[in-house]
């Protein structure tokens, strides 16, 4: 029955032929933000979207306008969204993305004072235009042996917020 369901929702989707930009920064070795990047495509893929991953030094800003939707992803350093994503966002500003869907993930210190990125990764796609799909996705970090890694479950909370967002992009 589940496989019918996937089934059925990877037709409608490949139907719809929705394209999906996955567009991120990272900044320390151990890629925190990449990897809950690649884990939202791999599950959008497997809902059948058509996603291209970037990272955001790879990603053609005038290619953007040719997606159906946007997911634009940092790592909260010193409070906010890094120069570079929102560097890109701004670099989008000539194009118009009305009617276009869009979300916002970021890395970050489960913390009140951690300052948050994706909030103003939101903002600014608001900001183009986009409607936005869903709520940011923030996934969590902690501090061992002076690195920042993945707090455990954060993956799989990327994982299911994909499943949810692949709906609503869908609908
Ligand atoms: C210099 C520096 C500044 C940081 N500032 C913040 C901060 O203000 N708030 C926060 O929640 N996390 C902060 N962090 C933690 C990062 O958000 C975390 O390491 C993130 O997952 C890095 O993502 P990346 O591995 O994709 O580069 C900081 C980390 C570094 C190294």
Redesign the pocket.
Known sequence: MATLKRLRDTIETEEKGLKILVV?????????????AVALSEVLKEKGLDVDCLYVKNADPSSVKSYDGVLAG???????A?RDIMGFLDSLAKDTFAGKLAAAF??????R?????AKGIEKKLQKLGFKIAAPPLV?Y?E?KMK????KEGELEKAKRYAEDLAKALRS
Do not use: H, W
């Open positions: 991120y920064d990272t900044v320390s070795a151990i890629k925190n933000t990449e990897k809950i940092a790592p909260t350093m010193a409070f906010r890094t970021d890395t970050q210190v489960q913390s004072i951690s300052g948050n990125a996934a970090v501090r690195e920042y890694y993945l």
